[in-house]
């Protein structure tokens, strides 16, 4: 009889801490448990095809996560958190990286510590296990009700902007994200109410911006950015910088 071998496990805190998903959604308790990384999943991340496609980390993430959940239902921010918390239990806390020196020109070596990164910090009282929140425009006065966009919204504008490309020959304007963050205008629930209100110009600069700003400082994320000093006292505070040594440790890539 074949032994049944068991991989350790850790339990991972989302940043929304699941208040974002309905209670019916697995991802609602606020956690996901993920095993430490195997050889199967180096595999992945190493198939020439799935980087070519790039869809070996998004495979990998997949491969590492026991708990039943949806991936695609997953917000962008918890997404955050748990490619994060693969590379931890996959090569340690530790992460090295090649920075340039703005005074001497000099690429240096810089290892951060990656336990060192926190949730950002949010007002969770505007949660309430719903992915929908109420912004009033401040000059046009609408209502427009929006949600954090998911990893299955990620693919969908990802697919949509390709598509554009590729018939008009130019890349999707930047309002392409809020016609999937938008779910409402004065209460009309409908997509091509959200897309005409967005292209017929009725969704002004003044308001567009006030909007991104407050959907970025309600979503639940990791803060990525990191504080480190270089060889010559330099004080440094920049996000953190994602090269292929991340997943790729000491390979070169």
């Known amino acids: 009889m ?19 998903y309905p209670k019916e959604n697995p991802l609602s308790a606020g956690v996901v448990e993920m095993k430490y990384m195997t050889a ?4 992945i991340l190493t198939n020439v095809n799935l980087l070519r496609q790039g869809l070996a980390i998004e495979k990998m993430l997949k491969s590492l996560i026991k708990s039943p959940i949806a991936y695609e239902d997953l917000t962008l921010g918890d997404r955050n958190a748990l490619l994060i918390a693969a590379r931890i239990l996959a090569y340690g806390k530790d992460y090295s ?28 009282a505007v949660f309430a296990n719903k992915n929908e ?41 930047s309002s392409l994200r809020l016609k999937y963050q938008i779910t409402s205008v004065n209460g009309e629930y409908s997509t091509k109410t959200v897309r005409d209100f967005i292209d017929s110009g009725a969704l002004l600069s003044l308001d ?25 006292g ?4 920049t996000d953190l910088p994602m090269t292929a040594e991340f997943f790729f440790p000491g390979s070169g890539l």
């Not at 008009?168 to 304007?173: I, P």
């Open 208 to 232: 567009s911006n006030p909007l991104r700003k407050h959907i970025s400082e309600i979503s639940p994320d990791l803060d990525m950015n990191i504080s480190f000093t270089l060889s010559d």
């Open 133 to 173: 929140f109420t912004f009033d425009l401040p000059h046009s006065k609408n209502t427009v009700t929006f949600k954090l966009l998911t990893i299955g919204d990620d693919k969908k504008i990802d697919e949509e902007s390709k598509g554009v490309k590729k018939a008009l020959g130019q890349e999707a304007g």
């Open 2 to 20: 074949a032994e049944k071998f068991t991989v350790p496990t850790e339990m991972i805190d989302l940043p929304s801490k699941g208040l974002v």
């Open 234 to 237: 330099t004080e440094v505070s």
């Open 97 to 124: 990286f090649s920075y340039k020196n703005p005074n001497t020109g000099q690429e240096e070596k810089v290892q951060y510590d990656l336990q060192n990164l926190q949730h950002k910090k949010v007002d969770y």
């Open 40 to 43: 199967k999943e180096e595999d």
